[in-house]
């Protein structure tokens, strides 16, 4: 029909919070009058594209999320696509060299993702097939969309996220064919979602947008915001924070009562390896690694007297296990080389909120936990690019060339520039209408017992039971019996 739009909704996954998400976005095309397209790419998925696993939740009676999606769909005034059906019509299409190299790299970062290693060993055959099965996914998706952007007036798409490999050649086609996309994410509360034209994991443009996001704001409602989005993430049951729950405010005595004016300074390790492979702009740095990183600056802070600590990630528990020996024997080999590093281990229940409370300054790589200490007004050295570098009165030491004694003295930090950013990770996001029935075919209240073990079977969408089962194990024998054992009673307790 002559005049009709179309805007494309790209379904990959059929996790409830995504699904909302989706169709909230199908529904705004709509008032907006364009006719709505939803392609539903999971069935290519060489991983689960799901939070739970199907033949558990059907052995017990129960249908997954999804299983009604094209009629959900249709029934909002969308035409729903299969895209098995679409690549029936369309022309399997060469990828340039370029488009071949990017696609590689959404590739090994969702190996880094799914294996739980910043090394997926692809001489591995199951590692090797879900690779290879993730590039010819790639492949298909881009034949898919291209197709329909051209034999459609397609004037938008929605997208989630961009970092794997459908949803990276999705962008890439729609980008050829200069259609309009939006990326879509969990957003930092239940209720929100992050909707955007451009991928949360874009670091340089995320940063370049807080101002327009933050415009008709007054300073006090930035920093107001900030604050409840921090208050979310102290220790509590229901905190945001996933590691939170279970720490404890008690700080090693050495730390806490050191003698004044003793400057303590804290290095809180990362755990995000996916980063590694999300391009050029986050690549700046010229350390080996973190381990390199922290050993210059702990040699540089030691010389001048300072109290060092060092807090490892609690998600190394969650690592695959020669992922786990290979950092605990890096953690060791920094802990011989500077004696009086205290070490507060991933599952010593210390809050790090606790930590700095009791700190001096903060060395990251370039996790969270540096946006947070600058808001307190702690100076942050951060060894990598992070996403808040850029708005944050932080300062980056990419390289031992870096260490200067003008760099490195501490200053009067700016606390706003990490509220605005924390601002902005708020507002960017938008309400999703939480009224209209979900996704699950269950009492979220009170799920069934089988619904866990659905969860646990997928656990993070890993490719098999195998892996699943494999990740549950590792985070049990990576902690200690003391930890686990506190960790069964406040699963109780909630």
């Known amino acids: 029909m002559a005049g009709m739009t179309y805007a494309l909704t790209i379904v990959a996954s059929y996790d409830p919070a995504y699904l909302r998400i989706a169709e909230s976005l199908v529904l705004e095309d709509i008032r907006l009058g364009h006719t709505a397209l939803v392609l539903d790419t999971s069935p290519l998925s060489p991983v689960p594209a799901e939070s739970f696993h199907r033949p558990t939740l059907h052995t017990f009676g129960l249908r997954h999320p999804g299983h009604d999606i094209a009629k959900r769909m249709t029934s909002l005034g969308a035409e729903y696509l299969d895209v098995r059906d679409v690549l029936k019509e369309a022309p399997a299409l060469q990828l340039t060299e370029t488009h071949g190299e990017l696609l590689n790299i959404a590739v090994e970062s969702a190996l880094i993702t799914y294996y739980r290693t910043d090394r997926p060993n692809r001489r591995i055959r199951r590692v090797r097939r879900i690779a290879e099965a993730l590039f010819r996914e790639g492949e298909q998706i881009y034949s898919a969309v291209r197709f329909l952007l051209t034999s459609r007036q397609v004037v938008k798409m929605n997208v989630a996220n961009g970092r794997f490999p459908a949803q990276k050649m999705a962008f890439l086609a729609a980008q050829e064919s200069a259609v309009a996309t939006v990326h879509f994410e969990k957003g930092e509360t239940p209720s929100g979602a992050y909707v955007q034209p451009y991928a949360p994991q874009n670091r340089l443009v995320s940063q370049g947008s807080v101002t327009n996001v933050l415009a008709g704001l007054s300073k006090r409602d930035i920093i107001e915001t900030a604050d409840v989005w921090l208050a979310r993430r102290a220790p509590s049951t229901a905190s945001s924070n996933e590691f939170s729950a279970n720490w404890v405010n008690t700080v090693p005595h050495a730390v806490a009562h050191r003698p004044k004016p003793q400057m303590a300074v804290g290095f809180f390790t990362s755990s995000q390896d996916e980063f590694l492979f999300l391009g050029p702009e986050w690549q700046l740095h010229r350390w080996e690694s973190q381990f390199e990183a922290f050993d210059a600056l702990l040699t540089y802070f030691e010389k001048l007297g300072a109290l060092c600590y060092l807090r490892v990630h609690p998600n190394l528990a969650t690592k695959a296990h020669e992922c786990f020996l290979r950092e605990r024997a890096d953690l060791r080999l920094l802990a011989q080389k500077h004696p009086n590093l205290i ?67 501490p200053w009067k930090v700016d606390s706003f520039g990490a509220k605005k950013f924390i601002a902005y990770l708020v507002k960017r996001d938008r309400e999703v209408d939480l009224s209209r029935p979900g996704w699950e075919t269950w009492d979220v209240s009170r799920p069934p017992r089988a619904v866990a073990l659905a969860a646990l079977l997928v656990s993070g969408g890993n490719p098999s039971i195998r892996d699943a089962i494999a990740a549950t194990v590792d985070v049990w024998r990576h902690r200690s019996r003391e930890f686990n054992r506190a960790s069964l009673r406040a699963k109780k307790r909630r």
């Open 343 to 409: 070490v507060i281990t991933h599952d010593n229940p210390v809050s790090s909120y606790a930590l700095l409370d009791v700190s001096d300054a903060v060395v990251v790589w370039d996790s969270t936990i540096g946006l947070e200490a600058s808001a307190r007004g702690i100076p942050v050295w951060t060894c990598a690019a992070s996403r808040y570098g850029e708005v944050a009165d932080v300062r980056e030491v990419f390289g031992s060339d870096d260490l200067t004694a003008k760099k490195m003295s």
